[in-house]
């Protein structure tokens, strides 16, 4: 069964530094999405992507973030100066388009020192 | 805007007994309404959801939820616990956006327990 698949599973880095996460949707899927998870705390929408282009993003996706499908294949969470209130678990989503169901990678764990 | 609220952040049940998760909802249009399952270091999961068609959806793992519009309302329920259905459950809410498509709004997530 075709599924969403993110790298890496757990990323350290220092703050002030530039992360990418990477994201694999499914195939034949339009729409994708990032989500975040601080711990202990409910999962929130970031940004959608449709044709290229971001098609709505929440308050919490400021200059500091950007997404981009380089390829065919993967779509990237980029955050340029990583804070500490960055950690979170990152969630990335797609959608076919022809329904409503969203289907889940298994995240990535990004802790900021 | 439309917001999710999961009553009970912890529910712990016997193996065998009926489980009973709550989730409330606000939406300015008709909703649709998601159940996710998180088991531990995984991926949210697509239990069920409802979409406008029948109100007593059915899912995976022998768990189903009733959209009652009057008590605005999306309970997921299963008769009988099982050890494997331990793991952190949310509920969530599709709402339109500009372009057409939706994003989701969760609620805060309820952690099952089941106790042998």
Redesign the interface.
Known sequence: EPEVTQTPSHQVTQMGQEVILRCVPISNHLYFYWYRQILGQKVEFLVSFYNNEISEKSEIFDDQFSVERPDGSNFTLKIRSTKLEDSAMYFCASLQGAGDTQYFGPGTRLTVL | AQSVTQLGSHVSVSEGALVLLRCNYSSSVPP?L?W?VQYPN?????LL?Y?SAATLVKGINGFEAEFKKSETSFHLTKPSAHMSDAAEY?C?V?HL???G?????????TRLQVQP
């Open positions: 649709y998601f996710y995984q991926g949210l999961q697509l959801k979409t949310f969530a599709s956006m500009d372009t498509r939706r994003a989701l709004t969760f609620g805060s997530g």
